[in-house]
């Protein structure tokens, strides 16, 4: 079966107009899917739709909307209204590094409205139709430091836990309705977020297309999946150490990738 038919002939993707979300577009687009591609950067997302629906000969509607603004939900949820949305992926998103009291307090307020607050509301305004229609499917972008608390990335962490968690939950909530959902869990991956990060080991940064197909290989079969064999083995060996010396752990290789002054 192949994924419009499992799931639906729409698929809404938010921080589509690069890294992993235009990834999550792309991919999407090659399975015939119609789609509702979101973010801030309208050239960027016309420059996308031309592509994919030239490619395609399918329907992509760029919606420019800056998601840590209230209002900018209404004009999503009008269109998505007139829509069978049978896939949501909960990609946008944004991260801030270094000590939290040297940090903007208003990009840290946007960055929690970002990350947590706008994938809890574009869940609930898609899944009445989902449920209507015995079938959909959710994906949240956590990241393996939502699964330990991380130092100098400490709301980011927190936030992407926050994902994990909500996915986790509604896993189980929405699998008696047919309903998929997964927590995809990358560690660095080349998008603009980890190059400004300043982690200069191109061989531990995974390729955005790579993380997508690991979406797909795993959505509904499990609640999370963590991206990456390595990966895979360090949060299996931070959950065996305790916690002190797991997060001092993640705090030491943090500073140590983005150049901390401790």
Not at 60 to 87: C, M, R, Y
Not at 117 to 136: Q, S, Y
Not at 212 to 230: D, I, M, R
């Amino acid at each position: 079966m192949t994924l419009k038919e499992k799931y639906g002939d729409w698929a809404l993707v938010t921080g589509a107009s690069s890294g992993i979300g235009r990834e999550f577009a792309r991919y999407l687009a090659n399975q015939k899917i119609n789609l509702i591609i979101v973010a801030r950067r309208i050239e960027r997302l016309v420059e996308l739709a031309e592509e994919l629906k030239k490619k395609n000969e399918i329907e992509v509607l760029p919606i420019k909307a800056d998601l840590t603004k209230e209002e900018s939900f209404q004009e999503i949820v009008n269109i998505i209204e007139n829509k069978e949305i049978g896939i949501l992926v909960n990609n946008a998103g944004a991260g801030s590094i270094g000590y939290l009291f040297e940090s903007d307090f208003q990009k840290q307020v946007d960055l929690v409205k970002l990350n947590c607050l706008a994938p809890t509301i574009l869940t609930n305004k898609v899944l009445k139709k989902m449920i209507e229609n015995k079938k959909g499917a959710v994906i949240f972008l956590g990241s393996i430091v939502g699964m330990l608390p991380t130092p100098y990335l400490s709301v980011y962490s927190a936030t992407k836990s926050f994902n994990i968690f909500l996915a986790n939950a509604l896993w189980y909530e929405l699998k008696h309705f047919n309903i998929d959902v997964l927590a995809l869990c990358p560690g660095g991956t080349d998008t603009e977020f980890v190059r400004v990060s300043k982690d200069m080991n191109r061989r531990l940064v995974a390729k955005p297309v790579d993380v997508v197909k690991t979406a797909f290989n795993y959505l509904g079969k499990k609640p999370t999946v963590v991206h990456g064999s390595l990966n895979k083995v360090m949060m299996f060996l931070g959950k065996l150490l305790p916690d002190k010396i797991s997060i001092t752990l993640a705090g030491r290789i943090a500073a140590k990738r983005n150049q901390i002054n401790k």
